[in-house]
């Protein structure tokens, strides 16, 4: 297991289209957390997984949003009705729950056009 | 509301020169990260500071924690333009239950 690992690298979807991203995390971390990232700003906090329960999600996570974490491991983010605006960087990190230190894949780059 | 705050949010250098970049908050955390993200790429975890006082050296980079672990520094000796990147600091909140990040510093260092 080499890090976490984030599916597709990028997408190009047109407006209206549903979207999804999978990432498969660090196999010994529970924790999995999901983070959108626009240009020249720092990773904004979506939604954060402890196993397979959902334990937080943010006000920016609209009713458009949904995350899963079905077995524990890896997790879907599905975005429905794309708009422009949730044209970002998705980041998926992963951590133990014994250990402070998130690690981050690659993202994925939703573009909407 | 955890928030963090980055100082400067730009910062172009020439290759050679030494800087300091900040991290401040008016919350305590347990603990800050500091990664480093280039474009089109997911952050990288450089260090984690844990104790206030704390001092950490990565090679040309010395991370400290402050005493009341509400701020942090990174300060690069002798920058090369492999260190350009966005540095980003982030602490994990007070619930244990996610990581709240500052907006960066975007380091530009010029050979």
């Known amino acids: 297991d080499t890090g976490v690992s984030q599916n597709p690298r990028h997408k190009i979807t047109k407006r209206g289209q549903n979207v999804t991203f999978r990432c498969d995390p660090i196999s010994e971390h529970n924790r999995l957390y999901w983070y959108r990232q626009t240009l020249g700003q720092g990773p904004e906090f979506l939604t954060y997984f402890q196993n397979e329960a959902q334990l937080e999600k943010s006000r920016l996570l609209s009713d458009r949003f949904s995350a899963e974490r079905p077995k524990g491991s890896f997790s879907t983010l599905e975005i429905q009705r794309t708009e422009q605006g949730d044209s970002a960087m998705y980041l998926c990190?992963?951590?133990?729950?014994?250990?402070?230190?998130?690690?981050f894949g690659q993202g994925t780059r939703l573009t909407v056009v | 509301t955890q928030l963090l705050e980055q100082s400067p949010q730009f910062l172009s250098i020439q290759e050679g020169e030494n800087l300091t970049v900040y991290c401040n908050s008016s919350?305590?955390?347990?603990?800050l990260q500091w990664y480093r993200q280039e474009p089109g790429e997911g952050p990288v975890l450089l260090v984690t500071v844990v104790t206030g006082g704390e001092v950490k050296k990565l090679k040309r980079l010395t991370f400290q924690f402050g005493d009341a672990r509400k701020d942090s520094s990174l300060h690069i000796t002798a920058a090369q333009p492999g260190d350009t990147g966005l540095y980003l600091c982030?602490?994990?909140?007070?619930?244990?239950?996610?990581?709240?990040f500052g907006p960066g510093t975007r380091l530009s260092v010029l050979p």
């Open positions: 990190a992963s951590s133990s729950s014994m250990n402070t230190e998130a690690f």
């Open positions: 919350s305590v955390f347990s603990s």
């Open positions: 982030a602490g994990e909140d007070n619930y244990g239950q996610n990581f709240v």
